[in-house]
């Protein structure tokens, strides 16, 4: 499985920006789509996820309320709404897969797959 981030750039505090993650290759082995973070300095952190048929998202709690994520089947692609974003956003975002149906909300090492990255740069 092969996955391909995009969307991420710089915002003022309060602005939106939406991620998208196109996946290819054996898609229908993986269960679950996930967004993850890494801050300068941090540790990868969940953000969201959902699977490719449920209704309804995970989200960190850090994000409830800003972040929206979404999907869309036919064409294997999976999108974050930001909404409201904060200085402390400002990371490497991460789009990831994993075959399991549990760990939806990670650790990161419960998913199999991983995209290349793309950065989100808020300031204040």
């Known amino acids: 499985v092969q996955l391909q981030a995009s969307g991420g750039g710089l915002v003022q505090a309060g602005g939106s920006l939406r991620l998208s993650c196109a996946a290819s290759?054996?898609?229908?082995?993986?269960?679950?789509m996930g967004w993850f973070r890494q801050a300068p300095g941090k540790e990868r952190e969940f953000v969201a996820a959902?699977?490719?048929?449920?209704?309804?998202?995970y989200y960190a709690d850090s994000v409830k309320g800003r972040f929206t994520m979404s999907r869309d089947n036919a064409k294997n692609t999976m999108y974050l709404q930001m909404n409201s974003l904060k200085p402390e956003d400002t990371a490497v975002y991460y789009c990831?897969?994993?075959?399991?149906?549990?760990?939806?909300?990670?650790?990161?090492?419960?998913?199999?797959?991983w995209g290349q990255g793309t950065q989100v740069t808020v300031s204040s």
């Open positions: 290759g054996r898609t229908l082995s993986v269960y679950k």
């Open positions: 990831a897969a994993g075959r399991d149906r549990i760990n939806m909300v990670g650790p990161a090492n419960k998913y199999d797959y």
């Open positions: 959902m699977s490719w048929s449920a209704a309804s998202a």
